[in-house]
């Protein structure tokens, strides 16, 4: 599975902007999807996850309430809808494939896409 990630961009705190990535290969709806970030001179975290089906989800706690993960299985694409944004939130975002249930560590996941940088303004 090869993943590729866009979307990314400058933008004010409180804005929004919405990340995409598509994969390649017929197997995508074989895989749990993630979204991790990692800042300037930090370790890279988890953000967000969603099953095979796009049923359940789960957040890193920063984030609930803020940020949307969605997947189209018959376009191979994961989502992730980013709302009021905040400084912090700046990071380059990758986008990972799982074969596990429930993943939330980065060594949990087999396949990663290249990162695209969020930068958000104060």
């Known amino acids: 599975v090869q993943l590729q990630a866009s979307g990314g961009g400058l933008v004010q705190a409180g804005g929004s902007l919405r990340l995409s990535c598509t994969a390649s290969?017929?197997?995508?709806?074989?895989?749990?999807m993630g979204w991790f970030r990692q800042a300037p001179g930090k370790e890279r975290e988890f953000v967000a996850t969603?099953?095979?089906?796009?049923?359940?989800?789960y957040y890193e706690d920063s984030v609930k309430g803020r940020f949307t993960i969605s997947r189209d299985n018959a376009k191979n694409s994961v989502y992730l809808q980013m709302n009021n944004l905040r400084p912090q939130d700046t990071a380059v975002y990758c986008c990972?494939?799982?074969?596990?249930?429930?993943?939330?560590?980065?060594?949990?996941?087999?396949?990663w896409g290249q990162g695209t940088q969020v930068t958000v303004s104060s």
């Open positions: 990972a494939a799982s074969s596990r249930f429930g993943a939330i560590r980065s060594r949990d996941y087999d396949y």
């Open positions: 290969g017929p197997t995508f709806s074989d895989f749990a």
């Open positions: 969603i099953t095979r089906g796009g049923s359940g989800t």
